[in-house]
């Protein structure tokens, strides 16, 4: 079945390092891809999304391209900052309702 | 404007005791989802409303677990005969009809 696979966390960085938390999916057919992020106490958050092959959503600096050769969704961000520190989760839509991974925890230390 | 509220936050309750979980939707989305959040699963969809259409419900894990969507706005999610493994984070979501799921804060439950 449709499923997502994410790098599991923590990861920690210092602040103004580079992000990359890996994303590959299974699906019988062509899915929208999402990252959704959720800050601490807080409930899950859009953060980007792409609708087709070769689609980049970007939103605050974070950047994924939808690779539909290598199915995957790689979160990216050239310098992140503390704010930044969260849990960011992996999607798919399966039909009409979400398939998450895992969720990876980030943290930012300054 | 608001955005999707649940209540309560928090509900700690004992084991074989039931449950109502309350999930008010931005208004005129017609779309209503329920999620689990649990460590070691992650996010698992439980149950889909659309509309005036019969529910979604394959992601519901067991018949302790019901819903319903009154008047196609509040959505209340019913767990019977609480189990331990039913502590979790439930989380709510609605949409327009095909757009972009907007989450709630959620329902921490504990089952002692």
């Known amino acids: 079945g449709d499923s997502v696979t994410q790098m599991e966390g923590p990861v920690t960085l210092s602040e103004e390092a580079f992000l990359t938390i890996n994303c590959t999916y299974t699906?019988?057919?062509?899915?929208?891809l999402f990252w959704y992020v959720q800050y601490p106490g807080e409930g899950l958050q859009l953060l980007l999304k792409?609708?087709?092959?070769?689609d980049k959503g970007s939103n605050k600096g974070f950047e994924a391209t939808y690779r539909k050769e290598t199915t995957s969704f790689h979160l990216e961000k050239g310098s992140v900052q503390v704010s930044d520190s969260a849990v960011y989760f992996c999607?798919?839509?399966?039909?009409?309702?979400?398939?998450f991974g895992k969720g990876t925890s980030l943290l930012v230390t300054p | 404007g608001a955005g999707v509220s649940q209540s309560p936050s928090n509900k700690v309750t004992e084991k074989g005791k039931d449950v109502e979980l309350r999930c008010d939707p931005i208004?005129?989305?017609?779309?209503l989802y329920w999620y689990r959040q649990s460590l070691g699963q992650g996010l698992e969809f439980l149950i889909y409303?659309?509309?005036?259409?019969?529910?979604?419900k394959s992601g519901l894990p067991s018949d302790r677990f019901s819903a319903e969507r009154t008047g196609g706005s509040v959505s209340t999610l019913t767990i019977q005969r609480t189990q331990q493994e039913d502590s979790a984070v439930y989380l709510c979501?609605?949409?327009?009809?095909?757009?972009?799921?907007?989450f709630g804060p959620g329902t921490r439950l504990t089952v002692t």
């Open positions: 409303f659309q509309g005036n259409s019969a529910p979604d």
């Open positions: 792409a609708t087709k092959a070769d």
């Open positions: 208004s005129g989305h017609t779309a």
């Open positions: 979501a609605s949409t327009e009809y095909l757009g972009e799921q907007y």
């Open positions: 699906a019988t057919g062509y899915p929208s």
């Open positions: 999607a798919q839509n399966s039909g009409y309702a979400l398939n």
